[in-house]
T-cell receptor, first 114, second 109 residues
Framework: NAGVMQNPRHLVRRRGQEARLRCSPM?????VYWYRQLPEEGLKFMVY????????ESGMPKERFSAEFPKEGPSILRIQQVVRGDSAAYFC????????????FGPGTRLTVT | ELKVEQNPLFLSMQEGKNYTIYCNYS?????LYWYRQDPGKSLESLFV?????AVKQEGRLMASLDTKARLSTLHITAAVHDLSATYFC?????????FGTGTSLTVIP
């Protein structure tokens, strides 16, 4: 049973470009969470999605960031017009049904904005 | 917003010694998780604590939860070099996890 998969593992973007990060949850999991980790810090919640629904986006910056989890395919975290401050590790986690179940983390995507 | 505080932030300990990492959180929650993260890697689940008084042990690590005090501890017994990593606690706040700042542990010979 494959774990949570994220790609790419490393992504380099110039300022002003767009970054797309993908996350495929574990088999049987229908809930996806995105977290951001700045260097030397803990993980900060960004958004919680179910298939075709955003459940909680209270941790998402109001501009440039969006997330989706379509009926088919992986969840996508999209960052438009990236800035240097967006450089971080972005982790995706999945769970079976949401709030009551343990989250399993993917390997992360390390975004570097030059 | 639920706040989670860990201490110490940095811990350097000699092999063979014992130590405890503390995790305090600000509002009621019955579920607490401990994770380990090696540099440049993802988070590895260590313990899931689901009720007041829960105690779990794996090897040289033991975790406990006191929901009334809103406190969890991660106790390290007879530390070895392989335990060097950053340890995070996380509290389940209705779907999203709130993470502590992490404790960076270095075990020295």
């Amino acid at each position: 049973n494959a774990g949570v998969m994220q790609n790419p593992r490393h992504l380099v973007r110039r300022r002003g470009q767009e970054a797309r990060l993908r996350c495929s949850p574990m088999k049987g999991h229908s809930h996806v969470y995105w977290y951001r980790q700045l260097p030397e810090e803990g993980l900060k919640f960004m958004v919680y999605l179910q298939k075709e629904n955003i459940i909680d986006e209270s941790g998402m910056p109001k501009e440039r960031f969006s997330a989706e989890f379509p009926k088919e395919g992986p969840s996508i975290l999209r960052i438009q017009q990236v800035v240097r401050g967006d450089s971080a590790a972005y982790f995706c986690a999945s769970s079976r049904q949401g709030a009551l179940y343990e989250q399993y983390f993917g390997p992360g995507t390390r975004l570097t904005v030059t | 917003e639920l706040k989670v505080e860990q201490n110490p932030l940095f811990l350097s300990m000699q092999e063979g010694k014992n130590y405890t990492i503390y995790c305090n959180y600000s509002t009621t929650s019955d579920r607490l998780y401990w994770y380990r993260q090696d540099p440049g890697k993802s988070l590895e689940s260590l313990f899931v604590l689901l009720s007041n008084g829960a105690v779990k042990q794996e090897g040289r690590l033991m975790a406990s939860l006191d929901t009334k005090a809103r406190l969890s501890t991660l106790h390290i017994t007879a530390a070895v070099h392989d335990l060097s990593a950053t340890y995070f606690c996380a509290v389940d706040g209705r779907g999203q996890f709130y993470f502590g700042t992490g404790t960076s542990l270095t075990v020295i010979p």
